[in-house]
């Protein structure tokens, strides 16, 4: 999974909110470190870190897991 949107995301609302790093970290009880890592690309987090984040930001998050089909050797559906 990615989660290069997601970041990018929180980083802008952050800046639009005017939150520093540090705030953000205290109010979301993510480590500064972590945050820092996230944001400069270095690292992905793990959901339970995107939603402390967002919870945080006051943004809603929502997941969409898509099913795709299984098909055998001959094109057909094997579900």
């Known amino acids: 999974?990615?989660?290069?949107?997601?970041?990018?995301?929180?980083?802008?609302?952050?800046?639009?909110?005017?939150?520093?790093?540090?705030?953000?970290?205290?109010l979301s009880g993510v480590g500064l470190r972590t945050l820092k890592q996230l944001e400069s690309g270095k690292c992905n987090p793990t959901l339970t870190t995107v939603q402390k984040l967002g919870d945080a930001l006051g943004l809603e998050l929502v997941f969409i897991v898509k099913i795709k089909p299984l098909s055998n050797e001959t094109g057909k559906s094997t579900v």
């Open 1 to 26: 999974m990615h989660f290069n949107q997601i970041i990018l995301t929180i980083k802008e609302r952050r800046d639009a909110l005017r939150v520093t790093q540090e705030t953000l970290a205290k």
